[in-house]
């Protein structure tokens, strides 16, 4: 990859980050100018629990996106997006976007714990066996921090093959999330039901990918390395010879 396309990726990085967080930012403007409606703490809490459900269906929508993108550029004969590495900077952004979903998922819990809670741990334990959806909470939670800590470079090569099965948890992320929301909603409230549906359907979307029947070759749902081509090998070296003089 040039100089300039790293950029330009990194420039695309830094705003999607931007972005994910922008709703966090907005909320915490909304909290100092005490602009959260009649009940500010639901606002808080459903809107960052909310927010971490967005960015946990999108992380897992960018493996079937990427397949669907490279499927429709080789049907249609495309010029660009036939090939996986042409989808590596979507790969890229997923590792982030998760990480962002524990954030918010984090910012979630502590606003709990503060405002709820009065961090009066006690309570905790009682408020677990009243409403078993902050044990799903609680769960989910920590697996997302498992996920967020073991996400860095550093620890895919400390952890090899491992590193793949724990990430796997992230599906039972999504059903504890599901189980989480719903469980909390009143009778009649639907509020969550589209968001579990797309969760489940993200799911249920991996279990023909993982029979292998809507696989790409090479397609592992990581990043694709790129290949250098014989021809832009030899201009490579070429252009290295004429440095050296």
């Known amino acids: 990859m040039d100089t300039r ?3 330009h990726h990194t420039k695309l990085w830094w705003t999607v980050l931007a972005l994910v967080w922008l709703p966090a930012g907005m909320l915490a403007y909304r909290y100092v100018t005490q602009d ?28 079937p996106a990427r397949w669907g993108m490279t499927l429709t550029a080789r049907t249609f004969a495309w010029p660009w997006g036939k090939r996986l590495p042409d989808w590596n900077v979507l790969m890229r952004m997923r590792r982030m976007i998760g990480v962002s979903c524990f ?18 741990w006690a309570f905790l334990v009682q ?10 909470g609680l769960a989910n939670l920590m697996l997302l921090a498992l996920l967020a ?26 059903l504890l ?6 469980w909390m909603s009143k009778p ?7 968001y579990c549906i797309a969760l489940i359907s993200l799911l ?18 990581m990043e694709v390395e790129e290949r250098t081509t014989t021809r832009g090998a030899i201009q490579a070296t070429g252009a290295a010879k004429q440095e050296r003089f």
Do not use: Q
């Not at 954030?103 to 009066?120: K, M, P």
């Not at 073991?150 to 948890?169: A, F, G, V």
């Not at 999330?177 to 719903?182: G, I, L, R, S």
């Not at 009649?188 to 589209?194: I, S, Y």
């Open 5 to 7: 396309l790293k950029r």
């Open 149 to 174: 800590v073991t996400s860095t470079d550093n620890m895919m090569r400390r952890l090899r093959r491992n590193w793949r099965r724990i990430h796997r948890l992230v599906y039972v992320c999504a």
């Open 204 to 221: 249920a979307w991996r279990v023909p990918h993982g029979l292998g029947w809507l696989t790409l070759p090479g397609d592992d749902g």
């Open 36 to 63: 959260l409606g009649l009940n500010g703490l639901e606002t808080l809490e459903r809107t960052t629990g909310r927010w971490a459900v967005i960015w946990l269906i999108v992380t897992l929508t960018i493996t």
């Open 103 to 120: 954030g918010y998922a984090a910012l979630h819990a502590l606003i709990y714990l503060e405002f709820d809670l009065g961090y009066e």
């Open 127 to 136: 408020d677990i066996a009243e409403k078993p959806y902050l044990l799903a």
């Open 177 to 182: 999330a599901v189980a989480h929301w719903w």
């Open 188 to 194: 009649g409230d639907l509020r969550a039901l589209p």
